[in-house]
């Protein structure tokens, strides 16, 4: 079973541009939850999708939006890049059975560097 | 909200030694998760050990067990028998019982070198 890919692996992008990144749970997974990684705040939630429904939202800037497809797959997109939008974005994917605990399985992440 | 902290930034140990790892985490609810997760070098992040709130008895996974204290809001891992594929960061985390939402919290990290 494939496990969550996301692409691209690495991004480099320069102030005031967007990116998009993707991320394709593994099959049968509904939820995706992304996160950002820097060494100054560490790990940090961003977003939780299921079903195409934004579930959760952490505690960013609406510079940072996301959404999920039909397939499960989502994108999240940062625009108007800043320095400090320099991590890696960690995607995670899960069953999300009600009632039951659902681990979350992690991609590979997607290193993006603003210059 | 919900904070955890990890209070050792890095740790070294020698092959084949026991280390444990801390962690303490802050939440009014009283259902919860807890998780030790482990992001070597690749960065791949791989879940390491998981514990229910409402479960007394310490969750173990071959060399890896907890030491859970729910009324002290600690959890700690301890690695036995290190060897030097644990060299990694580990991350506590915690996240609310299943709500119909999936939001891991994580501690800072510690950095755990296994040195031969």
């Known amino acids: 079973k494939a496990g969550v890919t996301q692409t691209p692996r690495y991004l480099i992008k320069t102030r005031g541009q967007q990116v998009t990144l993707s991320c394709s749970p593994i099959?049968?997974?509904?939820?995706v939850s992304w996160y950002q990684q820097t060494p100054g705040q560490g790990l940090q939630f961003l977003f939780e999708?299921?079903?195409?429904?934004?579930?959760n939202k952490g505690n960013f800037p609406g510079r940072f939006s996301g959404r999920q497809f039909s397939n499960s797959r989502s994108e999240m997109n940062v625009s108007t890049l800043e320095l400090g939008d320099s991590a890696l974005y960690l995607c995670?994917?899960?069953?999300?059975?009600?009632?039951?605990?659902?681990?979350?399985?992690f991609g590979p992440g997607t290193r993006l560097t603003v210059l | 909200a919900q904070t955890v902290t990890q209070s050792q930034p890095e740790m070294s140990v020698q092959e084949a030694e026991t280390v444990t790892l801390s962690c303490t985490y802050d939440?009014?609810?009283?259902?919860?998760?807890l998780f030790w997760y482990k992001q070597p070098p690749s960065r791949q992040m791989i879940l390491v050990i998981r514990?229910?709130?409402?479960?007394?008895q310490n969750a173990t996974e071959n060399r890896f067990s907890v030491n859970f204290q729910k009324a002290a809001k600690s959890f700690s891992l301890k690695i036995s028998d290190s060897q030097l594929g644990d060299t990694a960061m580990y991350f506590c985390?915690?996240?609310?019982?299943?709500?119909?939402?999936?939001?891991?919290?994580f501690g800072q990290g510690t950095r755990l070198t296994i040195n031969p």
């Open positions: 995670a994917s899960s069953r999300t059975l009600a009632g039951n605990y659902n681990e979350q399985f």
């Open positions: 099959s049968g997974h509904r939820s």
């Open positions: 999708y299921f079903s195409e429904t934004q579930r």
């Open positions: 939440t009014s609810e009283n259902n919860y998760y």
């Open positions: 514990q229910e709130a409402y479960k007394q």
């Open positions: 985390a915690f996240m609310k019982h299943f709500q119909g939402a999936q939001k891991l919290v």
